[in-house]
């Protein structure tokens, strides 16, 4: 989604770091991108469609500057052209701006009104004018800001340039996030420290409702009430991707190897001294009812947690899509533990479920892998990832992280509540000591997840099936496929086929089962007999080496505990999507209207 990167310095040579920070937050995802500039105290505005390259090759990064504001723009009001490109430029204010002005078209009537009229389709434009209609109309900046503030719905972090003022960066912030960086000689804001690590890793963080003016020496910060407040300095410890994606061709391929060491390396302190270890996992057994909140990939994490909990544990949990849950009647009780899982910490409806839960004071938890992130620190405790930065759009290694931990987490409580023996955690401990192994295993048939991709790249629709904990993994194989390669997919407890899109099956229709789960491996077999008497071509991920059948086309993963399952038999389905998207020849780690970070609604 959409980045924004700010420098101002000492030495007169911006052009080049704000370009370094587009290129960082290019893993976003974007449709355009934009900077602006004083140069001889006149401010210069350039922008382009597509990517950041397009911009620099319209860009003289030679020019001399020394302050200047750039953006990328995932496009949200108006279709991604130069025109709704970021910078908006409205008389003396010049702006970048990230999230949405929720009531920027009652905004618009009102300046519209007052004379102004507006070239883009875009809220910022609108923000950008109101801004400059509270400049216009109290001549103080301090004014205006807090006017601004107080006017604006909405999520918004702003960075604008003042006509008269050619040494300033102001920065306002609301529900968005925003950090200023300390390098040598230079100021440095951004929406994402990703954008200023190759200058400095030290940083202020912008809280809501906050706004600040950046000059070359001096940062000074202000409440909404426009009295200076004081912040301390942070320092992020985690080394910027200084590798890139190395052989691969790509970030997703190298990011799906990448689990043989990720998985055991997050989990690594709650398993080497065995039970002890697992015991410094948060004690959970104060709370009758578990709550998850997510999205997408992270979401599908929680219902592999929900099923362990509830399988293991005896404890009611349940999963919510954040969308969902931020706006309907929840119903809060003391009792209840929220987790919230997130990789980039800074999913926009994910954090606004947190805010609920926060404001009715309840517990919760983080699974995150950003560290420092607005979700990360908006919860009462947070267990980090360990995967290192996920660049890819498609999130593969965060999720067998987060499986991981909330497996362990699910362990811890199912021993603490005895209803797991010390000989049953001590074994699937083991297993989780060997899970690097497991995986190396997986990766290994590559020949075979590449044959099945073939098959399936010819096509415009799969469905995936699966039956309890098979459902949840079959349901991000389903996503994986779909974003990346663009091939409509769905995935469906098994049971619920003939239901209804049994009538979507007709001849070559693929159908992938995960089964897993013995107890329950011939129902879905079943379903799958039905499909092949219509036509489909039939895919079988499983561990049971009972089930042998000439129709189908078979993937063997290893047998291992219900707590490992999900981590093992998603790999192959995020290789089948990879290699299938490799060959519709799609922008795999970039895929088209995604974006890494959904700081939006
Ligand atoms: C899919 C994917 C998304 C994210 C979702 C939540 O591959 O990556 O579905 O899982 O947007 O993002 P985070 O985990 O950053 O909150």
């Not at 003939?498 to 897993?516: D, F, N, Q, W």
């Not at 107890?519 to 079943?526: A, P």
Request: with cysteine; proline share 1%.
């Amino acid at each position: 989604m959409c980045g924004i990167v700010g420098a101002v310095s000492t030495k007169e040579k911006i052009l080049p770091i704000l370009l370094d920070g587009l290129y960082a937050l290019e893993y976003r995802g974007y449709d355009s991108a934009g900077v602006s500039y004083f140069k001889d105290k006149k401010i210069k505005i350039i922008k382009a469609k597509g990517k950041v390259k397009h911009l620099e090759d319209k860009i003289n990064s030679e020019e001399k500057t020394t302050i200047g504001i750039a953006h990328t723009r995932w496009a949200t009001h108006g279709e991604a052209n130069t025109v709704n490109a970021h910078p908006h430029q409205v008389k003396h204010i010049t702006l970048v701006h990230n999230g949405i002005i929720e009531n920027f078209l009652e905004l618009k009537e009102m300046l519209e009104k007052e004379g102004y009229t507006f070239k883009s389709k875009t809220d910022t434009e609108v923000a950008g004018a109101l801004l400059d209609y509270y400049y216009q109309t109290t001549k103080d900046i301090d004014e205006t800001i807090k006017k601004f503030m107080s006017k604006a719905v909405g999520s918004y972090a702003i960075l604008f340039l003042l006509d008269n003022d050619d040494t300033s960066i102001y920065v306002l912030k609301k529900e968005s996030p925003m950090i200023i960086g300390l390098g040598q000689h230079l100021n440095l804001i951004a929406s994402d420290i990703q954008a200023i690590l190759k200058y400095t890793n030290t940083y202020y963080l912008v809280g809501d409702l906050e706004y600040a003016k950046v000059k070359a020496n001096e940062i000074t910060f202000y409440n909404k009430d426009g009295n200076e407040i004081t912040k301390d300095v942070k320092t992020y410890q985690e080394q910027g991707d200084e590798l890139g994606k190395g052989s691969y061709k790509h970030y997703m391929l190298k990011e799906i190897e990448e689990q043989k060491d990720t998985v055991y390396k997050t989990i690594k302190k709650y398993i080497n001294k065995g039970i002890n270890s697992l015991l410094e996992l948060p004690d959970l057994t104060k709370y009758k009812e578990i709550n998850i909140v997510a999205c997408g990939t992270a979401m599908h994490a929680g219902l592999i947690a929900k099923y362990l909990f509830q399988e293991f544990t005896n404890t009611r949990c349940h999963v919510y899509l954040a969308s969902e849950y931020r706006y309907q009647n929840n119903f809060f009780s003391k009792n209840t533990l929220t987790i919230f899982i997130s990789q980039s910490g800074e999913t926009a409806d994910t954090l606004a479920a947190l805010k609920l839960v926060n404001a009715n004071n309840l517990d919760s938890l983080g699974i995150i892998n950003v560290k420092e992130s607005s979700i990360a620190r908006g919860v009462q405790k947070v267990l980090y990832l360990e995967t290192g930065k996920e660049i890819a759009v498609a999130s593969t290694k965060a999720y067998t992280a987060q499986v991981a931990l909330l497996s362990l987490l699910v362990l811890s409580h199912g021993y603490r509540k005895k209803l797991l023996s010390k000989e049953e955690v001590e074994d699937i401990l083991a297993e989780f000591n060997n899970v690097s192994t497991y995986i190396k295993q997986v990766l290994l048939a590559k020949d075979k997840y590449q044959s099945i991709a073939k098959e399936i790249s010819q096509e415009e629709n799969a469905f995936y099936i699966g039956r309890g904990l098979d459902y949840y993994i079959s349901m991000e194989g389903s996503l994986k496929l779909k974003e990346i390669s663009y091939i409509h997919s769905e995935a469906l407890a098994a049971g619920e086929l003939k239901h209804g899109t049994i009538s979507l099956i007709r001849k070559g229709t693929p159908v992938i089962a995960c089964a897993t789960d013995k107890k329950i491996n011939s129902k879905t077999v079943s379903n799958l007999e039905e499909v092949l008497a219509r036509g489909a071509k039939v895919y079988l991920l499983t561990d049971d080496i009972t089930i042998t059948n000439d129709s189908f086309t078979i993937v063997r993963v290893p047998f291992t505990s219900s707590f490992l399952k999900a981590i093992i038999a998603v790999i192959p389905l995020q290789l089948i999507a990879y290699y299938t998207a490799d060959l519709r020849g799609t922008d795999i780690d970039k895929p088209k209207n995604l974006a890494k970070s959904v700081t939006v609604e």
